[in-house]
Structures are given as C-alpha cells and as structure tokens.
C-alpha cells in the first residue's frame, strides 16, 4: 500500500549531503623552524627510512604540518627504522597509528577530510586558462597576411 509513513526528508537537507566544515584545516601560517623538516642524524638511518621521511616530508599534507606533526614524523621515522631492524608487530602497530593520524592512505584522509579541504582551497583560487605558445604563434603567423 504506498502512501504510508512519513515522507522522505528533501535530498538538500539531509544530514549526509551536508557540507563539511574544514575551517579547523588551514595551512599552518607560523614559523617552523626548518631543522624539523630535515632528518637528524640523516647517515644514521638507512636508505629505506630515508626515503620514508622524505616521501612524508615532501606529501601534500606537509603543508598543513605543525612543529609538533614534524616532531611526530621525526619520531616515525625512529619508529621505521625500529620496524626495519626488528620486524616487532608491535611496532608497526605503533607506526601505523602514527601514520593514520597524519593521513597516510586514501581511508585516512577521507576520515579527516583532507580533500575536502582541497576542493575549497581550489574553489578560492581563480586559475587564468593556460595559454599555449605554440597557439599564439601558430595566430600570430596565419594574421601576418
């Protein structure tokens, strides 16, 4: 029998179509002292731990860092490092953790809405059309008639 119950609630004000409030998120504006972007000790460690800092360090999440998210990777990569030499599951349970709250994989930064953040972010920027020299030259050549 249709017609029953309470009517759908209308598709734009429904909880789940709601925008998320990203304000929380802006690039962090402070000085950052930039020894906390370098790993210490850097010959210490091993390749693969090296290259696990700078792939971190140079990620799009970097941007939003603080000083105490750069301490945090420093101490990831004490943690990596860890991992390496002894294969500990504890450990990579530890590190794992540390990665998720950074955003290391697509489930983490759609728990903490890192996209949606970039889509604001394109939003407020006004990109100029590329221009391509090739064309320009290619119009400037067929007006020289």
């Known amino acids: 029998m249709a017609g029953r119950g309470r009517l759908p609630k209308d598709p734009e004000t429904r909880v789940r179509r709601n925008e998320v409030d990203t304000s929380h998120l802006e690039e962090y504006a402070g000085p950052i002292d930039r020894r906390l972007t370098k790993l210490p000790n850097r010959s210490s460690f091993s390749s693969e731990t090296q290259l696990y800092f ?43 953790q540390c990665e998720s709250l950074l955003g290391a994989t697509i489930g983490d930064r759609m728990r903490l809405k890192v996209a949606a953040l970039k889509d604001k972010q394109k939003k407020d920027k006004e990109e100029a059309p590329p221009t391509i020299e090739a064309d320009l030259q290619l119009y400037a050549e067929l007006n020289d008639d």
């Open 54 to 96: 700078d792939v971190w360090a140079d990620s799009e999440q970097a941007a939003w860092f603080m000083p105490t998210d750069w301490l945090t990777l420093r101490r990831m990569a004490r943690l990596h490092e860890k991992f390496i030499d002894t294969g500990s599951h504890f450990v990579a349970a530890e590190l794992r």
